[in-house]
């Protein structure tokens, strides 16, 4: 779907330079456009390897285990259907990590193995559990304290502080997530008490 949204833009943009004579800005901006992309994919691609390597590290030397047993008191009260000894318990703490380093693309395949191992506990394979929702509401509003592609942005493009984004950044997500969970609670034991 988001394919067809971008083809449809680009068209429209297209059609209206050739409406208006601009074709020359089309040419100009595809080469110029196509230069500052890889340039700012040079400019991430480093701390994105540094954080998803640090991630990868604290994995395998078992830090992530240690993380997800901290976070065991609050998962198991986030998602009281899922049973303690289950592997998506896990993913889940590993997805929390890679997002508080504000590392997405480190947190997304976590995610999908966590969603993956909620759906095998899943009694209604057609409809999304509600330890399901749950996460997908923490993943997408996750507390964030280094937003590093933020950060590696705000160089890339020369800002005077780039650690000025990091409090409000903290503060956004961490009222997100609050906000998030308290209304995912509230539907869930509204929609408790109809059945």
């Given amino acids: 779907m988001v394919g067809y949204i971008w083809a449809f833009l680009i068209g429209i943009g297209i059609i209206y330079s050739l409406l208006s004579g601009n074709i020359n800005v089309i040419n100009e901006s595809i080469l110029t456009n196509a230069n500052e992309a890889l340039d700012l994919i040079l400019n991430l691609l480093p701390i994105i390897v540094l954080w998803t390597g640090i991630l990868k590290i604290a994995e395998v030397s078992g830090l992530l285990d240690k993380f997800a047993h901290v976070l065991n008191p609050l998962l198991s009260k986030l998602f009281p259907t899922v049973p ?17 380093l504000g590392l997405g693309s480190a947190a997304t395949p976590a995610g999908l193995k966590a969603m993956n191992e909620l759906q095998k506990i899943n009694s209604d394979k057609n409809v999304a559990s509600p330890a399901m929702i749950t996460f997908l509401i923490l993943n997408t509003a996750g507390v964030t304290l ?18 000025e984004i990091i409090l409000p950044a903290i503060l956004a997500t961490i009222c997100s997530s609050v906000a998030g969970l308290t209304l995912d609670y509230f539907i869930r034991k509204r929609s408790q008490k109809w059945k």
Avoid: C, E, H
Wanted: proline content about 6%; charged content about 10%; overall charge positive.
């Fill in 84 to 100: 303690k000894d289950n592997k998506a318990l896990g993913y889940i703490s590993s997805n929390i990590a890679a997002n508080m």
């Fill in 146 to 163: 280094i937003p590093t592609t933020i950060l590696a942005l705000r160089v890339a493009y020369n800002s005077l502080n780039p650690g």
